[in-house]
């Protein structure tokens, strides 16, 4: 079996930064174990698969894996997604995604790059000390306030910038937290006025998933996007997400259709083509 392979930088304008995804076409759905296997293969933070659907309720049925397990809900694979497929017919404006977990996506043109729309996760304040005890020690650092959505999603927000940056996570520590399984960690802050001139600055790790630390999540400003827009007093604000390839995330928080959605832009570049022989 061929299957086409293209592997797409997000959230990012020049090669080398933002996430990178793997964004791969199916003529119909492999089983779950293959599925996962080439995603650890290819050993990026996320596999994209797509199956085209010829019944108008959407273009793509999509699934993401990363090398440990399928993801519920990413954002970058979706955005790179949606580049790839925009990308193979100019006329298109938008393109639309069924998903297991999250709904429908949709991916449209904004300018130069895209815009991703996602169901917002806006989080509740954490009152269990002894997690909150065990996060701070995982971490290496105290932050202000922890926030929690559902049981994978865990925030800690910091008073600086820096605080966040200086950040060197324990990953055994964090793994063995008493939260639910595939735990994302997020860390975040205002902005400090450097060279990214974001409103905001994150930071996330998701060492249950075996990626470590996530170059640029859109899932995690779901979660964040809700919290600073309220904190921030506006709707839109840009994001800045201080990994070592380092990505720039414009965030609006917005109803759509009587629904609470988070839009976030960006864009993508493409670095390679080849094809995944199985």
């Known amino acids: 079996m061929r299957i086409p392979f293209h592997q797409i930088d997000a959230f990012a304008d020049r ?4 996430n990178p995804a793997a964004v791969m076409l199916l003529t119909e759905w492999l089983d779950d174990a293959t599925l996962l296997s080439i995603a650890a293969e290819n050993n990026l933070a996320e596999t994209a698969y797509l199956v085209a659907r010829t019944d108008g309720v959407a273009d793509y049925d999509l699934r993401w894996f990363a090398p ?24 298109r404006d938008h393109v639309t995604f069924a998903t297991r977990k999250a709904g429908m996506l949709t991916v449209a043109r904004d300018g130069a790059g895209f815009t991703l729309d996602l169901p917002a996760r806006g989080p509740r304040a954490l009152d269990d000390a002894a ?32 605080e ?26 205002p ?36 919290y600073w827009a309220g904190r921030l007093g506006r709707a839109s604000f840009t994001a800045y ?18 629904s609470d959605r988070v839009l976030l832009g960006g864009g993508c570049v493409a670095v390679i083509e080849g094809v995944f022989t199985l």
């Not at 966040?164 to 802050?189: E, F």
């Not at 997400?241 to 009587?258: E, K, N, P």
């Open 241 to 258: 997400q201080a990994s070592a390839r380092g990505g720039q995330v414009m965030c609006r928080v917005a109803t759509i259709g009587g």
């Open 131 to 162: 997690l909150a005890e065990a996060t701070a020690a995982a971490i290496g650092a105290t932050p202000q306030a922890l926030l929690m959505f559902g049981d994978d999603y865990l925030v800690a927000v910091f008073a600086t910038a820096a």
């Open 68 to 91: 440990a397990c399928e993801i519920a809900l990413c954002g970058h694979a979706t955005l790179a997604s949606g580049s790839w497929a925009l990308a193979r017919d100019p006329r």
């Open 15 to 18: 090669p080398f930064t933002g």
């Open 164 to 189: 966040v940056r200086a950040l060197a996570p324990d990953a055994a520590a964090v793994m063995a937290l008493d939260t639910g399984p595939d735990l994302l960690l997020i860390a975040t802050a």
């Open 191 to 226: 902005g400090d006025g450097d060279a990214s001139g974001a409103d905001v600055v994150s930071r996330a790790f998701a060492y249950d998933a075996g990626i470590g630390e996530d170059p640029v999540t859109g899932s995690a400003h779901c979660v964040i996007a809700p």
